[in-house]
């Protein structure tokens, strides 16, 4: 990760959105590789001869929003961090700045560096000279020892910073931040995608020790809206954004019903200021979420495998739309698509040794009256309701289906090869793969999906979900991942923009 440090006096900030806009602009011009970008907000009077503090006020807060909402308009991958652990004293401390790993810092002008970061290669930017001498301070700021705030935290993003950044200011002592458990979201939007507890967590505390590590921060999972906030007598203020005022409100009943004391309420709007056209209220974990369909996850996998064909497995529970992403990938240039269902299908087909196989296994009744061939629905009938007889099943198909697939790939050495396997993490072919894409939908999309496909009943369609992997197990895994929950030119979409990538790194 490359981390930088923007070192700059707040009245810049405060001219106005635009001149924030190119402020954060200069930086990447001049650190195209920038992850993270740190801001130190410095009190114009505060140089080397006089040391004055920024201070917490609802102007400054208006800094923050300013900051977070230009940046995200600039690039929606860079992560800033506006420092606060300076706010309201004087002196900075050298261990808290020598902790944030930076590479660089970026300046308004030559001087006044605080100690810690002088040995740190610093370029000055050459920002315009603020307009205003003065800064404003705005409505009076008032400080609580025990602050509370509550949320789910996915994709840590420029809203969540601002809540977190109004409830740091506010607090003095520690601030207990409720964290959505997974099971109050499964009826988010693409919820599979949703980060685990841990991991939101993590993020949560890096985030706001980085900014400032001078108070106590008790992160909590919750598994109701309330959690402790309805609970911790001590609590003495919340913070809210003001789309989730009734939220706070609701939270001050229940104490009250508890007999506990009402809590102080603060909000913020999640509106832009000075009028931009990026609006904080559209940065939504969803919107990340949405963002990560058809990308690169992670690094492929092809320290030990020949470069051509370029092997990528396309997997997904039953009714994920796998198929159709593979027919519709088999449209672009120079690749090969295989059906590994079809292919097994083939396997056995009447005479094949595999066909034998099977009849010595499941016996007679499960051929069709009349052509003799495997009925599939009736093997499909035992194996769905069996593990043991599921697991032979496999034990038996999938040797084959491997192997007709490598030799098949081998001998056409197409550019890409496509292998649409259903239960390709379950075989264990991922070593053998470049890539993992993997597409799903919600169980119940699946169920109706299946239903209306094959003619199943509900619980046929669950039970052979239920014997796949779930969706997060092979999300863990993808390298790339797609939703087919919505119209086909979605799909497309998504299937393109992974392809265009996919171009590029080939
Ligand atoms: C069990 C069989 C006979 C049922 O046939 P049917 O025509 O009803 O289903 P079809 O072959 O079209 O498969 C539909 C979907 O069921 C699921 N499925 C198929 N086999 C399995 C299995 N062994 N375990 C779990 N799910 C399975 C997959 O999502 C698959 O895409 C058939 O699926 C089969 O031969 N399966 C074994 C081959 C296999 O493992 N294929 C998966 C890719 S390698
Ligand atoms: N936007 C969409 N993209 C892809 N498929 C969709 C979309 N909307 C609806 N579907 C439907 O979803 C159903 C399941 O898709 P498909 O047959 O491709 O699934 P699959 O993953 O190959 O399933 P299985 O493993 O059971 O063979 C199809 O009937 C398809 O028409």
């Not at 506006?82 to 050298?94: F, G, R």
């Not at 605080?114 to 800064?135: D, I």
């Not at 705005?138 to 994709?155: L, M």
């Not at 996998?301 to 159709?324: A, F, H």
Request: hydrophobic share 40%; net charge neutral; proline share 4%.
């Amino acid at each position: 990760m490359t981390a930088g440090l923007l070192h700059i006096d707040s009245r810049l900030v405060s001219q106005s959105a635009s001149a924030t806009f190119s402020i954060v602009t200069k930086c990447l011009e001049h650190r195209p590789s920038l992850d993270r970008l740190y801001v130190l907000l410095r009190h114009p009077q505060n140089n080397t001869s006089k040391d004055v503090a920024v201070s917490a006020s609802s102007s400054f807060f208006e800094q923050l929003t300013t900051l977070y909402n230009q940046a995200f308009r600039i690039s929606s991958t860079l992560d800033l961090r506006v420092l606060l652990a300076n706010v309201n004293h004087t002196s900075i401390s050298d261990q808290w700045l020598s902790s944030l790993d930076l590479q660089v810092v970026l300046q308004d002008t030559p001087h006044s560096l605080p100690a810690v970061l002088q040995s740190l290669p610093a370029v000055n930017l050459h920002f315009a000279s603020p307009h205003t001498l003065e800064t404003t301070h705005g409505a009076k700021w008032t400080v609580y020892k025990k602050v509370v705030i509550g949320g789910t935290f996915d994709h840590l993003h420029a809203g969540h910073k601002l809540l977190l950044s109004n409830a740091i200011l506010r607090c003095s002592q520690c601030l207990t931040i409720g964290v959505t458990r997974q099971e109050m979201l499964e009826k988010k939007r693409l919820a599979d995608l949703i980060q685990p507890l841990a991991v939101r967590q993590e993020r949560l505390r890096g985030f706001c020790q980085e900014v400032n590590p001078f108070i106590d921060y008790n992160i909590v999972p919750i598994s109701d809206p309330f959690g402790p906030s309805t609970v911790d007598a001590d609590l003495v203020a919340i913070v809210a954004s003001e789309e989730t005022l009734d939220g706070a409100r609701a939270v001050n009943v229940e104490r009250a019903r508890k007999g506990l004391k009402e809590l102080a309420v603060h909000t913020f709007p999640l509106n832009d200021v000075e009028g931009s056209t990026a609006d904080l209220r559209t940065i939504s974990s969803s919107y990340a979420r949405q963002q990560m369909l058809g990308r690169l996850l992670k690094a492929p996998n092809d320290k030990v495998l020949p470069r051509r064909p370029y092997l990528i497995g396309i997997t997904g529970g039953s009714g994920s739309g796998k198929t159709s992403i593979s027919k519709y990938l088999a449209t672009k240039p120079d690749v090969m698509v295989i059906d590994c269902d079809k292919v097994a299908h083939e396997a056995y087909k009447k005479g094949t040794a595999l066909y034998h196989r099977l009849v010595q296994e499941y016996g007679q009744s499960v051929l069709h009256a009349e052509t003799g061939e495997i009925a599939r629905r009736e093997i499909g009938r035992i194996v769905f309701g069996n593990e043991e007889a599921r697991k032979k099943l496999n034990s038996l198909i999938w040797p084959a289906v491997r192997d007709y697939c490598l030799a098949n790939v081998k001998e056409s050495n197409p550019k890409v090869a496509f292998l649409d396997a259903a239960l390709l993490l379950e075989a264990g072919w991922a070593d053998a793969l470049h890539e993992i894409w993997v597409t799903f939908v919600p169980e119940e999309e699946a169920v109706k999906r299946i239903t209306e496909r094959d003619s199943v009943t509900k619980e046929e369609a669950l039970r052979r979900l239920h014997t796949q992997l779930s969706n997060r197990q092979r999300i863990d895994q993808a390298h790339v991942i797609f939703s087919t929950l919505w119209d086909y030119s979605v799909t497309h979409a998504q299937v393109d923009r992974a392809w265009q990538e996919l171009t590029q790194r080939l």
